[in-house]
């Protein structure tokens, strides 16, 4: 976020100084986004989350190594009401990237360009001031849960990181007034928040000087104040105005702030984001035990904190996920709709640990414009929830029978056999049979948006099972689905979620390991008519013993007629 040319309108008023020896506090997302940046700087378009994870702990080192006290970095777990729109219009952004980028080359990417063969960012990068090459690509899905990730298993930085229940900067903010100190960050809503005698520096200003020294422009609010002849919480006036008329001299926004503000009703809802911190309340489970959210993903934790607070409206009750933008073929439906059913299992058992009067959760997963709504997935019984469960377990265990206990090759085939078992069940062609029917085909040089769109659909899947594992580890697991969440331990990390490099690997040898083959035993394989278009009237078909049973949605909500067990109501892509 932030208020466009503040930065600059302010930056002679930036006190030059250096970070050695310095106290800080870092605005965790600003963060996550800055290694991104450093890795694009360094020719890497789209950085795996190893990389990431790796960037941000090196970038991390290179600080301690002169002295700066890291005292903590924060990361959002809460999405404040005022912010959905926010939320909303980044989204829509980033699908319009997504479909300008499809596009720009409909034929697919270079695998250069989508997977480095130089997966590695130097440390004569990581404080570089020129810019990235050529324009900026969609950022990684789950890249800043990545940085966290890798921060949380850093023996040195995992007992820094907060994952707190409001917004960052505003944790911030906070610290800084109490304890005084510098926060880093890239936002410059921090220059108008009240820091006490505390001090902002942008990640983007710091630099390495001739001594290799991490030198900075600091900012100061009280001091900035002082030379402009502002009383000190004038800045939140002067912060207005510039947002108001990003035209404006410097000289006219202070004779601007010398008048009666024009409309003051406009100014106190300005006003009221920096003075009214929206924290949500941490929730109880239905024993009464206060659950904590430190060891969350941001975005379930955004959804858990949801369950567990009260709204006035009927549209602010019902909860809300907004699932991160995936690097798909915007031409094909939504990659996260095979594994629906998995996150809807995840949502009622959330439902069992936090009541809640909601009996669904509203997914956002493309949206083309600001006011779309998005996509209910209802919450089902519990004896079924218990039974998906079962079959879940009893699918895995069989697959890794049959891998012979190869954990990586056994959530490869197991997200592919859920995938393909909801496509025989909506009568609806399966791209990942259509992608593994030719994947001696597949080209490693050029990678094709079918392909893409494949890498997509096993992230969601394993993404999915992500939110599934951090909702059971809410409470002890005898509590809700013991076998299952034994199960769920073996889930790759972030680091290792299917990426281009993993994915033609597997296709490659697909033929080899007759992949096809192992799938149909347990689950159908839709028959070639349906491959080739779908059927005019759907029947119901019987499934294979070995597959995932039906397990029909139960709502309070009237639903489509369909044949699918996991029914929502589609209300976007």
Same mark, same amino acid.
């Given at each position: 976020?932030?208020?466009?040319?503040?930065?600059?309108?302010?930056?002679?008023?930036?006190?030059?100084?250096?970070?050695?020896?310095?106290?800080?506090?870092?605005?965790?997302?600003?963060?996550?986004?800055?290694?991104?940046?450093?890795?694009?700087?360094?020719?890497?378009?789209? &950085?795996?989350?190893?990389?990431?994870?790796?960037?941000?702990?090196?970038?991390? +080192?290179?600080?301690?190594?002169?002295?700066?006290?890291?005292?903590?970095?924060?990361?959002?777990?809460?999405?404040?009401?005022?912010?959905?729109?926010?939320?909303?219009?980044?989204?829509? #952004?980033?699908?319009?990237?997504?479909?300008?980028?499809?596009?720009?080359?409909?034929?697919?990417?270079?695998?250069?360009?989508?997977?480095?063969?130089?997966?590695?960012?130097?440390t004569s990068a990581l404080f570089s001031p020129k810019p990235p090459p050529g324009r900026p690509f969609l950022p990684p =899905?789950?890249? %800043?849960?990545?940085?966290? +990730?890798?921060?949380?298993?850093?023996?040195?930085? @995992?007992?820094?990181?907060?994952?707190?229940?409001?917004?960052?900067?505003?944790?911030?903010?906070?610290?800084?007034?109490?304890?005084?100190?510098?926060?880093?960050?890239? *936002?410059?809503?921090?220059?108008?928040? +009240? $820091?006490?005698?505390?001090?902002?520096?942008?990640?983007?200003?710091?630099?390495?000087?001739?001594?290799?020294?991490?030198?900075?422009?600091?900012?100061?609010?009280?001091?900035?104040?002082?030379?402009?002849?502002? &009383?000190?919480?004038?800045?939140?006036?002067?912060?207005?105005?510039?947002?108001?008329?990003?035209?404006?001299?410097? !000289?006219?926004?202070?004779?601007?702030?010398?008048?009666?503000?024009?409309?003051?009703?406009?100014?106190?809802?300005?006003?009221?984001?920096?003075?009214?911190?929206?924290?949500?309340?941490?929730?109880?489970?239905?024993?009464?035990?206060?659950?904590?959210?430190?060891?969350? +993903?941001?975005?379930?934790?955004?959804? /858990?904190?949801?369950?567990?607070?009260?709204?006035?409206?009927?549209?602010?009750?019902?909860?809300?996920?907004?699932?991160?933008?995936?690097?798909?073929?915007?031409?094909?439906?939504?990659?996260?709709?095979?594994?629906?059913?998995?996150?809807?299992?995840?949502?009622?058992?959330?439902?069992?640990?936090?009541?809640?009067?909601?009996?669904?959760?509203?997914?956002?997963?493309?949206?083309?414009?600001?006011?779309?709504?998005?996509?209910?997935?209802?919450?089902?019984?519990?004896?079924?929830? @218990?039974?998906?469960?079962?079959?879940?377990?009893?699918?895995?265990?069989?697959?890794? #029978?049959?891998?012979?206990?190869? /954990?990586?090759?056994?959530?490869?085939?197991?997200?592919? =056999?859920?995938?393909?078992?909801?496509?025989?069940?909506? *009568?609806?062609?399966?791209?990942?049979?259509?992608? $593994?029917?030719?994947?001696?085909?597949?080209?490693?040089?050029?990678?094709?948006?079918?392909?893409? @769109?494949?890498?997509?659909?096993?992230?969601?899947?394993?993404?999915?099972?992500?939110?599934?594992?951090?909702?059971?580890?809410? %409470?002890?697991?005898?509590?809700?689905?013991?076998?299952?969440?034994?199960?769920? *331990?073996?889930? &790759?990390?972030?680091?290792?979620?299917?990426?281009? *490099?993993?994915?033609?690997?597997?296709?490659?040898?697909?033929?080899?390991?007759?992949?096809?083959?192992?799938?149909? #035993?347990? /689950?159908?394989? !839709?028959?070639?008519?349906?491959?080739?278009?779908?059927?005019?009237?759907?029947?119901?078909?019987?499934a294979s013993k070995d597959s995932v049973p039906r397990v029909k949605a139960s709502t309070g909500v009237k639903s489509p007629?369909? #044949?699918?067990?996991?029914?929502?109501? =589609?209300?976007?892509?």
């Amino acid at each position: 976020m932030g208020i466009p040319h503040l930065i600059s309108t302010l930056e002679p008023y930036a006190v030059h100084d250096v970070l050695d020896n310095k106290s800080v506090v870092i605005d965790g997302p600003a963060l996550a986004y800055h290694i991104l940046y450093i890795c694009n700087r360094n020719g890497v378009v789209l &950085p795996s989350y190893r990389l990431l994870g790796d960037t941000a702990v090196t970038w991390l +080192d290179e600080l301690t190594s002169r002295g700066v006290t890291v005292e903590a970095i924060y990361f959002d777990g809460h999405l404040p009401l005022a912010k959905r729109p926010v939320r909303m219009e980044r989204m829509t #952004k980033s699908f319009h990237q997504l479909k300008l980028a499809h596009s720009a080359d409909p034929r697919g990417r270079s695998r250069n360009y989508l997977s480095p063969p130089k997966d590695k960012c130097e440390t004569s990068a990581l404080f570089s001031p020129k810019p990235p090459p050529g324009r900026p690509f969609l950022p990684p =899905s789950f890249h %800043v849960p990545a940085v966290i +990730d890798a921060l949380r298993l850093s023996s040195q930085y @995992h007992s820094q990181v907060r994952l707190v229940p409001g917004e960052a900067d505003t944790y911030c903010a906070q610290h800084l007034m109490n304890l005084g100190g510098t926060v880093l960050t890239s *936002d410059s809503d921090l220059l108008v928040h +009240d $820091l006490g005698r505390g001090h902002v520096v942008f990640l983007r200003d710091i630099y390495l000087d001739g001594d290799s020294r991490l030198a900075c422009a600091r900012f100061s609010s009280s001091h900035i104040c002082e030379r402009l002849g502002l &009383p000190s919480d004038q800045i939140c006036r002067l912060a207005y105005e510039r947002k108001r008329d990003p035209h404006l001299s410097l !000289p006219q926004i202070l004779q601007e702030c010398s008048k009666p503000v024009g409309d003051g009703a406009i100014y106190d809802e300005f006003r009221q984001e920096y003075l009214h911190h929206e924290t949500a309340p941490l929730p109880a489970s239905l024993s009464g035990t206060t659950l904590k959210i430190d060891f969350l +993903d941001p975005r379930i934790s955004e959804l /858990v904190l949801q369950f567990g607070t009260s709204y006035s409206t009927e549209d602010t009750q019902q909860h809300k996920i907004f699932l991160p933008i995936l690097i798909e073929d915007p031409t094909r439906g939504s990659a996260w709709e095979q594994s629906t059913s998995i996150r809807q299992l995840a949502y009622t058992v959330l439902g069992w640990i936090i009541p809640s009067q909601s009996s669904s959760v509203q997914e956002y997963r493309r949206v083309n414009n600001t006011g779309q709504k998005g996509r209910q997935v209802p919450l089902i019984p519990k004896g079924r929830a @218990h039974d998906f469960a079962q079959d879940l377990f009893r699918l895995m265990t069989g697959i890794l #029978k049959e891998t012979r206990a190869d /954990v990586e090759l056994s959530w490869h085939i197991f997200c592919v =056999s859920l995938d393909i078992r909801h496509c025989f069940e909506e *009568d609806k062609q399966s791209h990942i049979v259509q992608i $593994l029917q030719k994947a001696s085909q597949v080209n490693s040089s050029k990678i094709s948006w079918e392909t893409i @769109h494949f890498v997509a659909q096993l992230q969601a899947a394993y993404y999915s099972f992500r939110i599934l594992h951090q909702v059971l580890s809410l %409470v002890p697991a005898k509590e809700t689905l013991p076998e299952l969440y034994k199960m769920l *331990d073996s889930l &790759p990390p972030l680091s290792d979620f299917p990426d281009i *490099d993993t994915v033609i690997a597997f296709l490659l040898k697909a033929s080899e390991l007759q992949t096809l083959k192992l799938v149909t #035993k347990f /689950v159908p394989l !839709p028959k070639p008519d349906v491959q080739e278009s779908k059927r005019a009237t759907p029947k119901k078909r019987k499934a294979s013993k070995d597959s995932v049973p039906r397990v029909k949605a139960s709502t309070g909500v009237k639903s489509p007629v369909t #044949k699918n067990p996991f029914d929502v109501l =589609s209300q976007d892509e």
